[in-house]
Antibody, heavy 125, light 112 residues
Framework: QLQLQESGPGLVKPSETLSLTCTVSGGSISRSTYYWSWIRQPPGKGLEWIGSMLYSGSTFFNPSLKSRVTFSADTSKNQFSLKLTSVTAADTAVYYC?????????????????WGQGTTVIVSS | DIVMTQSPLSLSVIPGEPASISCRSSQSLLHSNGYNYLDWYVQKPGQSPQLLIYLGFSRASGVPDRFSGSGSGTDFTLKISRVEAEDIGVYYCMQALQTSITFGQGTRLEIK
């Protein structure tokens, strides 16, 4: 059974870069039928999609965050990562990684079927 | 971006009674392949969200058959035929048609 686990610093200073990693166990990140995704949830609020990436390099970002977000993948560690630059208090949230099953965004789509436990990031000086 | 609007934002249900949540999208979620790219997720207290329904009506693996999804285009409904205590949580609809995914505000389900 595939599992996801987020990791990263729990506290980031304003204007710095937030870096998070999602470790995938029980399956390979290099499969072409999976989009690896990031979603966040500010305290007491709803869910906000950050973006999704195929291992092969195809990426999609939330337009409101696109200028500050970078995705990457490390197959040797079976991990994918998120970097969010120039953070402010508004970036304080629980960050989740998730798997989106699908081919070419629309085909063989099965939803965001596996989620990590989430990691809390607080932006504060 | 497609705006997703849920109603009600909260509901309180007696165990064994049905419950229904509505989700409306600002644009049609019907793809030319005939599928509606609308999912339902539930976030139980202290947990990560979990998938209930994808493509408008398909139940995810392990989801009880008392959960059902329906609708097409811009109007969708999640129904719970008989609410159980374990169903408490916040329910979200999510559109996956555009390559910019958006969620509804969430509907909090409580047990009376």
């Amino acid at each position: 059974q595939l599992q996801l686990q987020e990791s990263g610093p729990g506290l980031v200073k304003p204007s710095e870069t937030l870096s998070l990693t999602c470790t995938v166990s029980g399956g390979s990140i290099s499969r072409s039928t999976y989009y690896w995704s990031w979603i966040r949830q500010p305290p007491g609020k709803g869910l906000e999609w950050i973006g999704s990436m195929l291992y092969s390099g195809s990426t999609f970002f939330n337009p409101s965050l696109k200028s500050r977000v970078t995705f990457s993948a490390d197959t040797s560690k079976n991990q994918f990562s998120l970097k969010l630059t120039s953070v402010t208090a508004a970036d304080t949230a629980v960050y989740y990684c998730a798997r989106r099953v699908g081919t070419d965004w629309y085909y063989n789509y099965y939803g965001l079927d596996i989620w990590g436990q989430g990691t809390t990031v607080i932006v504060s000086s | 971006d497609i705006v997703m609007t849920q109603s009600p934002l909260s509901l309180s249900v007696i165990p064994g009674e049905p419950a229904s949540i509505s989700c409306r999208s600002s644009q049609s979620l019907l793809h030319s392949n005939g599928y509606n790219y609308l999912d339902w997720y539930v976030q139980k207290p202290g947990q990560s969200p979990q998938l209930l329904i994808y493509l408008g009506f398909s139940r995810a693996s392990g989801v009880p058959d008392r959960f059902s999804g329906s609708g097409s285009g811009t109007d969708f409904t999640l129904k719970i035929s008989r609410v159980e205590a374990e169903d408490i949580g916040v329910y979200y609809c999510m559109q996956a048609l555009q390559t910019s995914i958006t969620f509804g505000q969430g509907t909090r389900l409580e047990i009376k």
